[in-house]
């Protein structure tokens, strides 16, 4: 859509006339006037046209106005992609919209549905931008986004997005956007925390806690009003108890039985008293009824027997006499016999004596002799022993080892042998005397045998008388000797030994040795033969013998006859023992017929002595047995009264234990029952204090207004509940529907400011974050700057540039809009402005740009299509 | 039993008036009130037993049938049972006759214990099944609810009560009537036409907060003072004449209530003007102080029209002694003018046309369409308070 002419009458200022703009071309459209002239008047009135319903008598209509009054009047006509048109809008009284075809001027609609063809022009589809963007004069979007006290980096930073991002908000209904979320979050946040979830002190929390609260205090007044009811339940059933209890008839009743019961008792008890009385009365008249006859018939036994005993005492006084004599007599034989047995051993005992004397002496006798014989023989023992030892002393240095012997005769055997050898190797000379001359040749004084071979060993002097000395030499080796020197050698040895002087000698020793051996022998075979134990043996012998024989000896009579006498002594003895020994059986039988008699006796007499101690004197025994036989009967009477009486007793005796029993059992029923109503009082008493307790309280009415009040709570909860869940769902759909218009215009708009802030700032870079599409650095002169510190001039500069980069975007769409600006540049400086105005020109190579200034001649270097303000009057 | 009464009495042997309430159930706390109301409302029920005297002495009745529940639990506290049954005695040329209702049955024997304690003389309480003479010819036949449920038709005996001939026979019962009953078990009612089959020349029955009618004999007197929105009645007795044995009783209903409990339907139609039709139903006349007004919203109302009237409900809800909205059955309609009055195009204009599907999306649950429904309303009200 393009401008190509705009026309008011009746607006502000231009009360009563018009103005036209017409010829509004493509590309650059400047209008500059001095302030006051209308061209903020001609913003508003395009504003108006396109965005304010003819119907409307809101604000914004209201300051169209003009002061003289009058209805407003807005005309414009447009190039579209489907034709060209011309909108008119007349408010308040006449109000209308038209919409005609310029080329047919035909009314294509009107009212409503001019209302809605505008719409479409603008909006280009129900979610698209306005087809117009306006900048007006110090407006840069910032600032009314910028409300609020938080003034953190994230604002701080969002600042220059804002300049975008408000401008394409503001486009888009943003801003108010922003208002109903922030009122929207307000009111969530105001019982939520970030997380959605209840926040602590808020309303929403305390509901909750309050529901809470509400439902344990229900919980448990339930349970305490369950209890109460129970209370009440086990009161009433106690005290239904109670009164059957308590009931008077069944008290009387209990009370009856218990008397009656009693009495019953009582007379069994008294009764059974009675007959015990009796029972215990006859059995003693019984006791002394059998005491008295066994009384009677004692006395009467015993009187039998002693006159019984009496007669036998008699006859045994006599038998033991009997028995006493026959035993006195036999007594009296057997001391006889024994006396002759006595008698004739004193004899033989006499004589025996002098045998065994007689006895001893012989054998003192034959004692001496053989001491006297030992004697002797030890006298010549101890002379062989002599003997024997002198024969040992000389045999002791005689004797020779015959090996000795033999050694040595081999010794000597072996020098004989070298001798002679040497004898054959010597020198020898032979002297043959002349007549004469014999022995006047000595040799060591000694004559020189003639007519024989002399041999020397070494040298020999021979002095021959008158003639001088001769010396004979050998000259024989010196070892020549050594073999006869060594053999003299051992045999010396050998003889040292043996302590001969020779070979003969020793053999001698020999010899005289072995005679002596034999001497040896026979001295030792004699001392055996007299001391065959050895000496002490025969010594001790001497000694033995000679204390026998120290016995006195005195030797009377013949010892043979004596043996004679003893022996017919012994004979009498034996004879007089057996006389005893026959005596003896008829003593002893003697003997025990006199004690048995004696003894039977005595016990007759025992048990007469008895009898009469239990019989007492003689002469009262008759008196006696009357009156226990009087007695007896008496007493016997007496047992049969009794024992009538009692048998009178005994069928009417009454169950005393079944009474008791019953007594007991009804006690017993009166005592629970009491004990049940004490217990029941106690319980109730209990039971009464819990009750009114609780009933005082109220727990009941507590309880329902609990369940109430916690139903209320439970209700106010759910509001809550659903207060957020609506709250939430709007702000999440605010928020999506914010975020994705960010995502339809803002990124877009933000790829295409970019260049143009290339454009104007060729010493600046601008980093937007790509996900946040927040401002992230600006780099001015090589420095990084606060964004904060963006100048005002800045701001403005962005902002124009933010809805030309917008434009763009909807021209590239092919929805191309005019960009209108009024008063848009104040703060910029004349450099920064040029710069603007390239900018500006490259942009309306492909869109239409009106500029409404008053700065006149800065923009006279804008170029562009210059426009004017002309006089104009409706032509209806 | 045979009370000592006024000798007056005897004079008008042919006709017996009397009122008939019940339900007064005196101590109830209402917690799901705020506590000043709470406070009032109890006091209210109190005031119900100084309103019944007042009634009775003012239309020429000597004698007042509680009909049971005449305490909410079966443990009021001390005050509420002292205070109730000293009010009845300060009236003292009336016959207060108090039955055990299923709130306060005969198991309630703390509660029974100490009113027989404390009960003045003309206060008798009907707690057994038997014949109270009122006077030689009036007999009061009570069937006093044994158990919060006693599980049998306790009217049963006054059929086979017999009285001497000509004798006027009263009914005094608590509990359901088959006709009402809806899960109850038959065992557990009163047979509806007890009257008939017992005699009766009134059957005076207690249980149902409203007053109605089940037939020429036997009437429900409602509560005396209501306590929910449930039956939408002034409170009420119930003034009976008897004008002798057998005669037809004649009923009148006077009024006892201190609180009007309403309950006022909206039936709104899309487009139409919800404040409009409020302030056509709204009471004028009442004492809106003592009005509990519970306003059910139901229909189909257009975003902006919805939004009026739960302002002018706001606006309102001060005037009445409690206000109470449910506005869930109110579909709210939006079309696209309604739309444009949140913004013309736009992410805003994107954010209530995507609520405004969601709330018609046949595929989400009820719930959610709820929900979507509700943000569509709030964000209409936030772009309302925010100038556009």
């Given at each position: 859509?393009?401008?190509?002419?705009?026309?008011?009458?009746?607006?502000?200022?231009?009360?009563?006339?018009?103005?036209?703009?017409?010829?509004?071309?493509?590309?650059?459209?400047?209008?500059?006037?001095?302030?006051?002239?209308?061209?903020?008047?001609?913003?508003?009135?395009?504003?108006?046209?396109?965005?304010?319903?003819?119907?409307?008598?809101?604000?914004s209509?209201?300051?169209?106005?003009?002061?003289?009054?009058?209805?407003?009047?807005?005309?414009?006509?447009?190039?579209?992609?489907?034709?060209?048109?011309?909108?008119?809008?007349?408010?308040?009284?006449?109000?209308?919209?038209?919409?005609?075809?310029?080329?047919?001027?035909?009314?294509?609609?009107?009212?409503?549905e001019?209302?809605?063809?505008?719409?479409?022009?603008t909006?280009?589809?129900?979610?698209?931008?306005?087809?117009?963007?306006?900048?007006?004069?110090?407006?840069?979007?910032?600032?009314?986004?910028s409300?609020?006290?938080?003034?953190?980096?994230?604002?701080?930073?969002?600042?220059?997005?804002?300049?975008?991002?408000?401008?394409?908000?503001?486009?888009?209904?943003?801003?108010r956007?922003?208002?109903?979320?922030?009122?929207?979050?307000?009111?969530?946040?105001?019982?939520?925390?970030?997380?959605?979830?209840?926040?602590?002190?808020?309303?929403?929390?305390?509901?909750?806690?309050?529901?809470?609260?509400?439902?344990?205090?229900?919980?448990?007044?339930?349970?305490?009003?369950?209890?109460?009811?129970?209370?009440?339940?086990?009161?009433?059933?106690?005290?239904?108890?109670?009164?059957?209890?308590?009931?008077?008839?069944?008290?009387?009743?209990?009370?009856?039985?218990i008397?009656?019961?009693?009495?019953?008792?009582?007379?069994?008890?008294?009764?059974?008293?009675?007959?015990?009385?009796?029972?215990?009365?006859?059995?003693?008249?019984?006791?002394?009824?059998?005491?008295?006859?066994?009384?009677?018939?004692?006395?009467?036994?015993?009187?039998?027997?002693?006159?019984?005993?009496?007669?036998?005492?008699?006859?045994?006084?006599?038998?033991?006499?009997?028995?006493?004599?026959?035993?006195?007599?036999a007594?009296?034989?057997?001391d006889?016999?024994l006396?002759?047995?006595?008698?004739?051993?004193?004899?033989?005992?006499?004589?025996?004596a002098?045998?065994?004397?007689?006895?001893?002496?012989?054998?003192?006798?034959?004692?001496?002799?053989?001491?006297?014989?030992?004697?002797?023989?030890?006298?010549?023992?101890?002379?062989?022993?002599?003997?024997?030892?002198?024969?040992?002393?000389?045999?002791?240095?005689?004797?020779?080892?015959?090996?000795?012997?033999?050694?040595?005769?081999?010794?000597?055997?072996?020098?004989?042998?070298?001798?002679?050898?040497?004898?054959?190797?010597?020198?020898?000379?032979?002297?043959?005397?002349?007549?004469?001359?014999?022995?006047?040749?000595?040799?060591?004084?000694?004559?020189?045998?003639?007519?024989?071979?002399?041999?020397?060993?070494?040298?020999?002097?021979?002095?021959?008388?008158?003639?001088?000395?001769?010396?004979?030499?050998?000259?024989?080796?010196?070892?020549?000797?050594?073999?006869?020197?060594?053999?003299?050698?051992?045999?010396?040895?050998?003889?040292?030994?043996?302590?001969?002087?020779?070979?003969?000698?020793?053999?001698?020793?020999?010899?005289?040795?072995?005679?002596?051996?034999a001497?040896?022998?026979?001295?030792?075979?004699?001392l055996?033969?007299?001391?065959?134990?050895?000496?002490?043996?025969?010594?001790?012998?001497?000694?033995?013998?000679?204390?026998?024989?120290?016995?006195?000896?005195?030797?009377?009579?013949?010892?043979?006859?004596?043996?004679?006498v003893?022996?017919?002594?012994?004979?009498?003895?034996?004879m007089?023992?057996?006389?005893?020994?026959?005596?003896?059986?008829?003593?002893?039988?003697?003997?025990?017929?006199?004690?048995?008699?004696?003894?039977?006796?005595?016990?007759?007499?025992?048990?007469?002595?008895?009898?009469?101690?239990?019989?007492?004197?003689?002469?009262?025994?008759?008196?006696?047995q009357?009156?226990?036989?009087?007695?007896?009967?008496?007493?016997?009477?007496?047992?049969?009264?009794?024992?009538?009486?009692?048998?009178?007793l005994r069928?009417?005796?009454?169950?005393?234990?079944?009474?008791?029993?019953?007594?007991?059992?009804?006690?017993?029923?009166?005592?629970?029952?009491?004990?049940?109503?004490?217990?029941?009082?106690?319980?109730?008493?209990?039971?009464?204090?819990?009750?009114?307790?609780?009933?005082?309280?109220?727990?009941?009415?507590?309880?329902?207004?609990?369940?109430?009040?916690?139903?209320?709570?439970?209700?106010?909860?759910?509001?809550?509940?659903?207060?957020?869940?609506v709250?939430?769902?709007?702000?999440?759909?605010?928020?999506?529907?914010?975020?994705?218009?960010?995502?339809?215009?803002l990124?877009?708009?933000?790829s295409?400011?970019?260049?143009?802030?290339?454009?104007?700032?060729?010493?600046?870079?601008?980093?937007f974050?790509?996900?946040?599409?927040?401002?992230?650095?600006?780099?001015?002169?090589?420095?990084?700057?606060?964004?904060?510190?963006?100048?005002?001039?800045?701001?403005?500069?962005?902002?124009?540039?933010?809805?030309?980069?917008?434009?763009?975007?909807?021209?590239?769409?092919?929805?191309?809009?005019?960009?209108?600006?009024?008063?848009?540049?104040?703060?910029?400086?004349?450099?920064?402005?040029?710069?603007?105005?390239?900018?500006?020109?490259?942009?309306?190579?492909?869109?239409?740009?009106?500029?409404?200034?008053?700065?006149?001649?800065?923009?006279?270097?804008?170029?562009?299509?210059?426009?004017?303000?002309?006089?104009?009057?409706?032509?209806? | 039993?045979?009370?000592?009464?006024?000798?007056?009495?005897?004079?008008?042997?042919?006709?017996?008036?009397?009122?008939?309430?019940?339900?007064?159930h005196?101590?109830k706390?209402?917690?799901?009130?705020?506590?000043?109301?709470?406070?009032?409302?109890?006091?209210?029920?109190?005031?119900?037993?100084?309103?019944?005297?007042?009634?009775?002495?003012?239309?020429?009745?000597?004698?007042?049938?509680?009909?049971?529940?005449?305490?909410?639990?079966?443990?009021?506290?001390?005050?509420?049972?002292?205070?109730?049954?000293?009010?009845?005695?300060?009236?003292?040329?009336?016959?207060?006759?108090?039955?055990?209702?299923?709130?306060?049955?005969?198991?309630?024997?703390?509660?029974?214990?100490?009113?027989?304690?404390?009960?003045?003389?003309?206060?008798?309480?009907?707690?057994?099944?038997?014949?109270?003479?009122?006077?030689?010819?009036?007999?009061?036949?009570?069937?006093?609810?044994?158990?919060?449920?006693?599980?049998?038709?306790?009217?049963d005996?006054?059929?086979?009560?017999?009285?001497?001939?000509?004798?006027?026979?009263?009914?005094?019962?608590?509990?359901?009537?088959?006709?009402?009953?809806?899960?109850?078990?038959?065992?557990?009612?009163?047979?509806?036409?007890?009257?008939?089959?017992?005699?009766?020349?009134?059957?005076?029955?207690?249980?149902?907060?409203?007053?109605?009618?089940?037939?020429?004999?036997t009437?429900?007197?409602?509560?005396?003072?209501?306590?929910?929105?449930?039956?939408?009645?002034?409170?009420?007795?119930?003034?009976?004449?008897l004008?002798?044995?057998?005669?037809?009783?004649?009923?009148?209903?006077?009024?006892?209530?201190?609180?009007?409990?309403?309950?006022?339907?909206?039936?709104?139609?899309?487009?139409?003007d919800?404040?409009?039709?409020?302030?056509?139903?709204?009471?004028?006349?009442?004492?809106?102080?003592?009005?509990?007004?519970?306003?059910?919203a139901?229909?189909?109302?257009?975003?902006?029209?919805?939004?009026?009237?739960?302002?002018?409900?706001?606006?309102?809800?001060?005037?009445?002694?409690?206000?109470?909205?449910?506005?869930?059955?109110?579909?709210?309609?939006?079309?696209?003018?309604?739309l444009?009055?949140?913004?013309?195009?736009?992410?805003?204009?994107?954010?209530?046309?995507?609520?405004?599907?969601?709330?018609?999306?046949?595929?989400?649950?009820?719930?959610?369409?709820?929900?979507a429904?509700?943000?569509?309303?709030?964000?209409?009200?936030?772009?309302?308070?925010?100038?556009?």
């Amino acid at each position: 859509m393009k401008l190509t002419a705009l026309r008011l009458h009746n607006v502000k200022r231009f009360g009563g006339h018009g103005v036209a703009i017409e010829g509004i071309g493509d590309g650059v459209n400047v209008l500059t006037a001095a302030n006051e002239h209308g061209k903020s008047t001609a913003f508003e009135a395009l504003h108006a046209l396109f965005f304010q319903p003819h119907t409307s008598a809101g604000k914004s209509v209201q300051l169209l106005k003009p002061y003289s009054g009058g209805n407003p009047l807005v005309e414009a006509d447009i190039a579209a992609a489907d034709g060209q048109f011309r909108l008119t809008k007349q408010f308040y009284t006449g109000k209308r919209a038209e919409v005609r075809d310029l080329g047919t001027g035909r009314l294509i609609a009107q009212a409503d549905e001019a209302e809605a063809f505008i719409g479409e022009l603008t909006r280009g589809g129900s979610a698209g931008p306005a087809g117009l963007l306006w900048v007006r004069q110090g407006m840069t979007g910032i600032e009314q986004r910028s409300k609020g006290d938080e003034e953190s980096d994230k604002r701080v930073r969002e600042t220059l997005l804002s300049s975008v991002q408000g401008e394409v908000e503001a486009l888009t209904g943003g801003r108010r956007m922003a208002e109903i979320l922030s009122a929207c979050e307000e009111e969530l946040f105001k019982l939520v925390t970030a997380t959605l979830r209840p926040k602590a002190g808020g309303r929403y929390a305390g509901a909750i806690e309050e529901r809470d609260r509400l439902a344990s205090d229900e919980v448990r007044l339930a349970s305490e009003v369950t209890t109460l009811r129970e209370a009440l339940d086990k009161r009433r059933v106690a005290r239904m108890r109670l009164t059957e209890l308590e009931q008077p008839d069944e008290q009387k009743g209990r009370k009856d039985a218990i008397a009656a019961a009693e009495a019953a008792f009582e007379a069994a008890k008294s009764h059974s008293e009675a007959l015990k009385a009796a029972e215990a009365e006859a059995t003693l008249a019984r006791h002394h009824a059998e005491k008295a006859a066994t009384d009677l018939a004692g006395f009467t036994a015993a009187l039998e027997q002693a006159g019984r005993l009496a007669q036998q005492r008699v006859e045994t006084q006599t038998r033991r006499d009997q028995a006493v004599s026959q035993r006195a007599m036999a007594a009296a034989e057997s001391d006889q016999a024994l006396a002759a047995v006595t008698t004739a051993e004193t004899e033989e005992r006499e004589h025996r004596a002098l045998l065994t004397r007689l006895d001893a002496a012989m054998q003192a006798r034959d004692a001496a002799d053989r001491l006297a014989q030992l004697r002797g023989q030890l006298e010549r023992a101890e002379a062989a022993r002599l003997s024997v030892e002198q024969a040992e002393a000389a045999l002791a240095v005689l004797i020779i080892a015959p090996a000795a012997i033999a050694q040595l005769q081999t010794v000597e055997l072996d020098l004989v042998r070298l001798r002679a050898a040497q004898e054959a190797t010597l020198p020898t000379l032979r002297m043959d005397y002349a007549a004469g001359g014999e022995g006047t040749i000595t040799a060591g004084g000694v004559p020189v045998d003639g007519g024989a071979d002399v041999g020397f060993a070494h040298s020999l002097r021979l002095d021959i008388a008158g003639v001088g000395a001769l010396t004979l030499r050998s000259n024989r080796p010196a070892e020549a000797d050594r073999g006869i020197e060594q053999a003299i050698g051992k045999r010396d040895k050998l003889l040292d030994a043996l302590g001969v002087e020779s070979l003969a000698a020793a053999l001698q020793r020999q010899a005289e040795a072995q005679q002596k051996s034999a001497a040896l022998d026979l001295a030792r075979q004699r001392l055996a033969d007299l001391a065959p134990q050895g000496l002490a043996a025969l010594q001790a012998e001497i000694a033995r013998w000679g204390d026998l024989g120290a016995v006195d000896l005195v030797l009377k009579g013949d010892p043979a006859a004596l043996r004679v006498v003893h022996a017919t002594l012994a004979q009498t003895i034996d004879m007089a023992r057996n006389l005893a020994r026959e005596r003896q059986p008829a003593l002893a039988q003697a003997t025990t017929a006199a004690v048995a008699a004696e003894a039977r006796l005595a016990v007759i007499v025992a048990e007469i002595a008895t009898l009469d101690s239990q019989l007492g004197p003689v002469a009262e025994r008759g008196a006696r047995q009357a009156a226990l036989t009087e007695a007896r009967i008496r007493l016997q009477q007496a047992h049969a009264a009794a024992e009538a009486h009692a048998a009178a007793l005994r069928p009417k005796a009454h169950d005393l234990v079944a009474a008791e029993a019953t007594l007991r059992r009804l006690r017993s029923v009166a005592a629970a029952a009491d004990q049940e109503a004490g217990q029941l009082r106690v319980t109730l008493a209990d039971l009464n204090g819990n009750i009114t307790a609780r009933a005082d309280s109220a727990v009941e009415e507590v309880w329902q207004e609990t369940n109430e009040a916690l139903a209320k709570a439970s209700a106010d909860v759910a509001r809550f509940e659903s207060e957020v869940a609506v709250l939430t769902r709007l702000r999440a759909g605010l928020i999506a529907a914010r975020s994705s218009a960010r995502d339809l215009y803002l990124k877009p708009v933000v790829s295409e400011l970019l260049p143009l802030l290339g454009l104007l700032f060729d010493d600046i870079s601008i980093q937007f974050d790509e996900d946040t599409l927040l401002l992230q650095s600006v780099r001015r002169n090589g420095l990084d700057e606060q964004v904060e510190r963006l100048s005002g001039g800045m701001r403005e500069q962005l902002s124009v540039l933010t809805r030309l980069a917008f434009a763009s975007l909807l021209a590239r769409d092919g929805r191309p809009a005019p960009v209108i600006l009024d008063d848009a540049l104040v703060y910029s400086d004349d450099d920064r402005i040029e710069r603007m105005f390239n900018a500006l020109h490259q942009q309306a190579r492909e869109q239409q740009i009106l500029v409404f200034s008053c700065r006149q001649r800065a923009f006279a270097k804008l170029g562009g299509n210059v426009l004017q303000m002309q006089p104009w009057t409706p032509t209806a | 039993m045979q009370l000592q009464l006024p000798a007056r009495w005897a004079l008008c042997e042919a006709m017996f008036r009397f009122l008939h309430s019940s339900d007064l159930h005196l101590g109830k706390r209402f917690g799901n009130f705020p506590d000043d109301l709470r406070g009032r409302l109890r006091e209210a029920r109190h005031g119900a037993i100084g309103r019944l005297a007042a009634q009775a002495l003012a239309n020429g009745a000597n004698t007042i049938l509680l009909a049971g529940d005449t305490f909410d639990t079966e443990t009021p506290t001390p005050a509420i049972l002292r205070q109730a049954l000293a009010e009845m005695g300060r009236h003292a040329s009336l016959t207060w006759i108090m039955l055990p209702g299923n709130h306060d049955s005969l198991l309630a024997d703390q509660l029974w214990d100490a009113a027989r304690a404390a009960a003045p003389a003309n206060v008798v309480l009907a707690v057994t099944t038997a014949p109270i003479d009122l006077a030689p010819d009036i007999t009061v036949l009570p069937a006093p609810c044994t158990a919060r449920r006693p599980g049998r038709d306790l009217t049963d005996w006054m059929s086979s009560a017999a009285t001497p001939e000509g004798t006027l026979r009263i009914g005094l019962a608590h509990g359901a009537i088959q006709q009402f009953s809806e899960d109850t078990a038959a065992s557990d009612v009163i047979a509806p036409n007890r009257a008939t089959l017992a005699g009766l020349d009134y059957l005076a029955l207690g249980d149902w907060h409203g007053q109605i009618a089940v037939n020429e004999r036997t009437w429900y007197s409602g509560t005396p003072e209501p306590d929910r929105f449930k039956h939408d009645r002034p409170g009420s007795a119930l003034l009976v004449t008897l004008d002798g044995a057998g005669a037809p009783p004649q009923v009148s209903a006077v009024e006892t209530a201190s609180f009007t409990w309403r309950d006022l339907s909206l039936e709104l139609l899309s487009g139409e003007d919800g404040v409009m039709a409020l302030e056509t139903l709204l009471p004028i006349a009442v004492d809106r102080r003592q009005t509990l007004l519970r306003v059910m919203a139901n229909g189909r109302t257009r975003l902006p029209a919805r939004t009026a009237l739960l302002a002018a409900l706001d606006q309102i809800a001060p005037d009445f002694a409690h206000l109470e909205v449910n506005a869930d059955g109110l579909a709210t309609d939006a079309d696209a003018a309604d739309l444009d009055r949140i913004d013309r195009s736009g992410a805003l204009r994107d954010a209530a046309n995507a609520l405004l599907l969601e709330s018609q999306d046949a595929a989400r649950s009820e719930a959610e369409r709820e929900i979507a429904n509700a943000a569509l309303v709030r964000l209409f009200t936030y772009c309302e308070a925010i100038a556009p």
